[in-house]
């Protein structure tokens, strides 16, 4: 049969109730286990008491009753540290005053890891020499980093190809829609007709966090390469050109 006092002290969720006037009537043993408060530390006490200074604005409990909210703060544990804490909070008809917290601290750090990881990859592609950008099915232009905002300007509120490539409507041919139906990366070269620049362009297919398909377009300028090649390739042809003239003799008295 089922026991709600058993529900109310087993639960590893901070259970409380709280009077009219604020104080606490109830707690359940997870206080103790998340924040290091026995009972006899809270009943009889307000509940704003252990709230974080700058939380007690958005801690205050409802008045009206059946009401409910939800809200994250911070709450002094015993040892002087503070835990981020999601609340549930509802009201009877009798005015009490039913609390549910469920203790997030390890869940924001690891926001705060994968954030602090995300802004050292941003920074990371922010200096690289070749231009890096996100392209979705859309045309839009996600993600770009500082040396695309050299080459092309801000892409903010513009499609692809009026961002990179002047144009007021999609290209006919294009090798980084190809990935959509590939799924397979691309390997080619692009000549910027309005500055003769030559890149050699990787497309590489990738899903974002929601699983949309996106392509992942980076692009080296290999102008100062190509001319190299193309003066190498006139050296050549002047060689073989001086190699296939016939020789001349001289004759001597």
Not at 36 to 56: F, M, R
Not at 158 to 166: L, M, S, V
Request: with cysteine; net charge negative.
């Amino acid at each position: 049969m089922f026991n709600l006092e058993d529900f109310f002290n087993l639960s590893s969720d901070l259970f409380c109730i709280i009077g009219q006037d604020g104080f606490y009537q109830q707690v359940n043993p997870a206080w103790e286990q998340v924040l290091g408060w026995k009972a006899e530390n809270l009943i009889g006490h307000s509940w704003l008491g252990l709230v974080h200074p700058e939380d007690i604005t958005i801690s205050h409990l409802p008045t009206e009753p059946q009401q409910q909210l939800h809200w994250e703060s911070r709450y002094l544990h015993k040892d002087g540290s503070y835990r981020w804490l999601c609340w549930s909070i509802s009201t009877c008809q009798e005015g009490f005053v039913y609390a549910v917290g469920k203790d997030i601290s390890q869940q924001l750090r690891r926001i705060e890891a994968l954030q602090t990881e995300r802004e050292s990859l941003y920074n990371l592609l922010n200096q690289l020499p070749a231009f890096l950008y996100l392209q979705p099915k859309d045309y839009g232009v996600g993600f770009f980093n500082q040396r695309f905002r050299e080459v092309f300007g801000d892409p903010t509120g513009k499609r692809c190809y009026e961002a990179i490539a002047g144009l007021k409507q999609p290209c006919s041919e294009c090798p980084t829609f190809r990935v959509f139906d590939s799924n397979a990366p691309q390997l080619w070269e692009w000549v910027d007709s309005k500055t003769d620049r030559v890149y050699q362009i990787y497309d590489y297919p990738f899903k974002d966090m929601n699983g949309e398909s996106m392509v992942v377009e980076m692009g080296l300028d290999i102008t100062a390469v190509k001319k190299a090649e193309a003066a190498l390739r006139q050296r050549e042809q002047e060689l073989t050109l001086k190699n296939q003239q016939p020789l001349i003799h001289h004759s001597y008295p």
